[in-house]
Structure formats: structure tokens, C-alpha cells
Nanobody, 123 residues
């Protein structure tokens, strides 16, 4: 089992930037595909970005060009750099780990989840 802890959320004005971090313990993150997902009030949890074990990345269309996922296996940490933030980016952001063979962006396929970190973007 892997324990994931997100940090870096907060309140930011539209157009601003934040960097979310996801630190893992108990297991080595290099063994997992990693993803960031978000859930706004009254909405379904949605895919934001994911990165495979070997570093291939995918981003949702809504964040392409603004968000970037990265991983530092030496630090056992995954990051989500967010820039040009919009009010519609307001949500709880979750880090997740997938131990399966194939890389996927489907949240149902992810095995372990962090507790989430709140991001609020004011207009």
C-alpha cells in the first residue's frame, strides 16, 4: 500500500500560479503511474493530468498549455504546476497512484488516493 499526501493548495487570484505536490510513503512512486484529478462542488471527479512510470504525460484539454505534471522519483514526489489559473479551476485536487500495467487516465483504475488539497481561484 502507498500513502499519498498532497500539499500546495490555497487561494489565488485569476491568472496566478500554484504548484501542487504529492509525496508518497511506504512504497516507491516509480512503480506507479500517477495522476491528478479534481472535484468541484456538485460535480463528478475529473481527470486533470497523469504521468506514466516512464514519464509519458497526458493532460486534460481544459488545462493543456496551463498545467504541467512532473515526477521526481528520487524525491518520491509528483507535482502539478498550475499557471494562468481560472475561477473554473476551483476544486479539491487529488493525487492518485495506479499500479496496473497499462497507463490510463480513468479515475476508476487508480488504486490509491490522497486526501486532497483545496484550490480556490478568485475572479
Amino acid at each position: 500500500q502507498v500513502q499519498l499526501v498532497e500539499s500546495g493548495g490555497g487561494l489565488v487570484q485569476a491568472g496566478g500560479s500554484l504548484r501542487l505536490s504529492c509525496a508518497a510513503s511506504r512504497r516507491t512512486l516509480s512503480n506507479f503511474h500517477m495522476g491528478w484529478f479534481r472535484q468541484a462542488p456538485g460535480k463528478e471527479r475529473e481527470f486533470v493530468a497523469a504521468i506514466s512510470r516512464v514519464g509519458s504525460a497526458d493532460h486534460a484539454d481544459s488545462v493543456k498549455g496551463r498545467f504541467t505534471i512532473s515526477r521526481d522519483n528520487a524525491k518520491n514526489t509528483v507535482y502539478l504546476q498550475m499557471s494562468s489559473l481560472k475561477p473554473e479551476d476551483t476544486a479539491v485536487y487529488y493525487c492518485a497512484a495506479d499500479q496496473s500495467l497499462f497507463f490510463t487516465t480513468a479515475p476508476s483504475r487508480y488504486d490509491y488516493w490522497g486526501q486532497g488539497t483545496q484550490v480556490v481561484v478568485s475572479s
